[in-house]
DNA sequence: AAATCGGGGTT
DNA sequence: AACCCAGATTT
């Protein structure tokens, strides 16, 4: 069959398809660019259903561009909490300034001006522009790669730039005239419907007739995409430091660095130690059965002028970023006292702050500190 | 081109 | 346990 008439079916079948099978989702409900932007930064490496409550509540909270830009940092973190990728987050309320005082308050619409926004690649700005304004770029995301490398049997593989590209032309040339938005969003909705990485539902796909894996036999075996390198192990110890006198019932909290991994989240203190907890560390816990680490604990806590005095192995906890993975062990402990040359046994560095169950809501925490403190304060209540 | 940057659902 | 998700940015 001749490739344009391929594509034209493909892109007349997908089409009409969408329009047809779209789920009804929050951020369809609305052309608004605005609200198209935040779904589709949400959206990034993170699934539907995930995003839906994230976006309700942001929408909810910040309804409009001068909202967001004149929020607190801190409140945008806090609603971004458990989301992952925080500088997208950073990157929205920055990109968001940006229009306001740039853009007079609209979202630009153009390929050259939205791509300058930071945390808007490729992706979101074709994304945005194509279904907020209806402009003919494309959209390419793992899903449009997925279906189209099966559709069209393309062996490249999708992790090089090269292919991006490829993907990218391809895509730009399927667009029906004035159908931009419902098309790029049918090509996503396909890939994550019924063109599905394993065991994709060929049978009620609209285009398999002159799919050309499905015709060679091959649609599980595309994309062709190189293995990532697995997350390399990270051996930590936390401290869970309980409150006395007038801290009775807090637990003490940092945050964390201006910049990188988790950036200005909160943590409970912790670092790393550079070994592996053996077999029987991890299964038959105790004070007593990690002593260095326990005191790698407190000299990396003191150099910061908390002294603590360890009381009693609390939990282990794991958690797998994209590139690492965490094996902490937790341990409860009291304040021996404060190491701050000249002020009172209550004074903390700054980036410290004591928190209860109620108060403890104000701050951001990555889901695996949060886990831990929820199942703390569930378990101390007075 | 490779590494960094979260968290969780599916198979 | 492997895979991968409506990716962008930095090195």
Not at 197 to 224: I, K, N, Q
Request: charged share 25%; net charge negative; aromatic share 10%.
């Amino acid at each position: 069959m001749d490739t344009n008439l391929k594509k034209q079916y493909f892109s007349e079948e997908l089409l009409s398809w969408y329009r047809k099978h779209r789920r009804d989702l929050p951020w369809r409900r609305s052309r608004n660019p605005y609200h198209i932007w935040i779904s589709e930064v949400m959206l990034q490496q993170t699934r539907v259903e995930t995003v839906i409550p994230y976006f309700h509540r942001f929408i909810e909270r910040f309804p409009t561009m001068e909202a967001l830009a004149e929020a607190p940092e801190e409140d945008v973190l806090k609603l971004w909490e458990g989301l992952g990728y925080y500088s997208r987050a950073r990157n929205l309320q920055g990109a968001v300034r940006e229009v306001q005082e740039r853009y007079g308050g609209t979202v630009p619409d153009t390929l050259k001006e939205i791509s300058t926004l930071k945390g808007v690649g490729p992706y979101t700005a074709g994304a945005v522009l194509s279904i907020a304004y209806n402009k003919p770029e494309p959209a390419v995301d793992g899903n449009v790669m997925r279906v189209l490398s099966r559709y069209f049997l393309i062996e490249e593989d999708i992790m090089k730039v090269s292919t991006r590209g490829i993907m990218e032309k391809l895509a730009k040339e399927l667009i029906p005239e004035g159908a931009a938005g419902d098309f790029n969003q049918g090509l996503m909705e396909l890939g994550a419907m019924v063109c599905t990485p394993r065991s994709p539902h060929c049978l009620t796909c609209p285009v398999m007739e002159h799919c050309a894996a499905r015709e060679a036999g091959m649609e599980e075996e595309l994309p062709v995409k190189k293995k990532a390198k697995p997350p390399r192990p990270e051996y930590r110890i936390a401290a869970l430091i309980e409150g006395t006198g007038p801290n009775q019932g807090k637990v003490l909290i940092r945050q964390r660095p201006q910049e990188g991994l988790l950036a200005r989240m909160w943590e409970l203190p912790h670092t790393d130690v550079p070994f592996t907890y053996s077999p029987s560390e991890k299964a038959h816990p105790s004070i007593d059965s990690i002593p260095s680490s326990v005191s790698i604990l407190a000299d990396h806590l003191a150099e910061e002028t908390i002294g603590i005095h360890p009381e009693r192995w609390y939990m282990h906890a794991e958690h797998t970023f994209s590139h690492i993975h965490w094996d902490m062990q937790v341990i409860a402990c009291s304040l021996e006292s404060s190491l701050l040359p000249s002020g009172s046994s209550l004074l903390m560095p700054s980036h410290y702050q004591w928190v209860d169950r109620d108060t403890m809501g104000q701050y951001a925490f990555p889901n695996v500190f949060l886990k831990i403190l929820n199942r703390y304060f569930a378990e101390h209540s007075n």
